[in-house]
């Protein structure tokens, strides 16, 4: 295709050539690229603090029976009957949010994520490596008893709604465990299709440390896909009074489906999973436009970890998956010709009014991971006539993970326990109740409700969650009942670990 401009193009590419010279041959940790970020007005954040505190998080939200170093003092055992309902083991796991509900399908996404995280950015971690694996496991764990029976997936343990009428521990709880499974005759491929991406990445993680884990992760991960494939519905056609409006699959299962088999591949690299996404991308919605990544949908985050297969390894089968992992990149970016993304005055990335950090997050995490692509490949994003360097990315990023730790007009952080000035009053029933150790009296359902209504802030900080997060004017209003920007939710720290680990590598802080 010939160009108007040939000459433009020429100096674009020249320039290009001079910008990655600082990107190209630097380590995270070099200080060419710490004078990038040194740019910005505000560089005193404790990165490290923030990624332990993300990772401790974790340890708040667990189910099951708490091991002995478990880090979050003011919780105990809970939901140690959980499966016996239909005469399965399902103890374990993670509550995904404020609630007492295990939701398999953000579970499973929390999970990907956070082996996401590690695989790309585990080795900057160093003392937090084992805490991360752990966080990763302990999904992983739950993940592998809900996949035990053949054709057979234990999606979800609880009652949403009789869960949601009450305020209680989780410690205390004494709604319905009920149990609801997807099959061949009930097929669920979206959360099928992301248990298979999960249990995959999760074998990445533990590859080196524990082979023989590692093994029974990806075993497993092959089985769930190749139900995922042959049982195609979405989860939520057969389940939905049970898992809407909470966890519908909103997007379709075609993007889990994408994301299976990419994890696979990246897993594997077996050659049928590649045939699978080149002979299915299209029918599955590779080359359909998105710009946000969410629990929900998955097709960006498809596309960047598909495109790391063009752009370092070279298989030039999936070069599309690099224009369209740009064309998400550009329509992130402030101010590019093809932009698309809403920004509060005071720069806080906006998608949604209900739980933006998850995207905030999400999205920060998937422009480090690009960057690293991007910097190995020495190449760059074109957005139109704009020139789009790695460097501008990690800087688009921290800035995003700034403002969520405290640069931004409230001066607040968004991270319960990082700084002075953070939410008191999460929406989160474990955190805003007195702990079993300190009024070992059981509380009943709608006994809680007298805290979930008063003013006083939580008596037991969820260490590191971070909440959903201001309104579009940068207004947070600190109030319980306001789940929308007052619940934190595993989905929302997965992507950060990551984040933050190469922050805190990047400043010398790890």
Known sequence: MSLPFPSSRLIATFLVLLLLLSNVFSSPSSSSLRSVHQRHHLDNQNYKDALTKSILFFEGQRSGKLPPNHGMTWRSDSGLS????LNVDLVGGYYDAGDNMKFGFPMAFTTT?????LIEFGDLMNSELPNAEDAVRWGADFLLKATSHPDTIYVQVGDPNMDHACWERPEDMDTPRSVFKVDKNNPGSDIAGEIAASLAAASIVFRKCDPSYSNLLLQRAITVFTFADKYRGPYSAGLKPEVCPFYCSYSGYQDELLWGAAWLYKTTSNPTYLSYVQTNGRNLGAD????????????VGARILLSKEFLIHNVKAL???K??????????IPGAPFSSSQYTPGGLLFKMSGSNMQYVTSTSFLLLTYAKYLTSARTVVYCGGSVVTPARLRSIAKNQVDYLLGDNPLKMSYMVGYGSKYPRRIHHRGSSLPSVAAHPTKIQCHDGFSMFNSQSPNPNDLTGAVVGGPDQNDQFPDERSDYQRSEPATYINAPLVGALAYLARSFGQV
Request: net charge negative.
């Open 288 to 299: 359909e436009f998105d710009n946000m990544f969410s629990w929900d949908n998955k097709h």
């Open 319 to 321: 070069e599309e998956y």
């Open 82 to 85: 959980d499966g016996s309902a």
């Open 323 to 332: 224009e369209h992992a740009d064309s998400f990149i550009c329509s992130v």
């Open 113 to 117: 994520m956070l082996s996401w995280s």
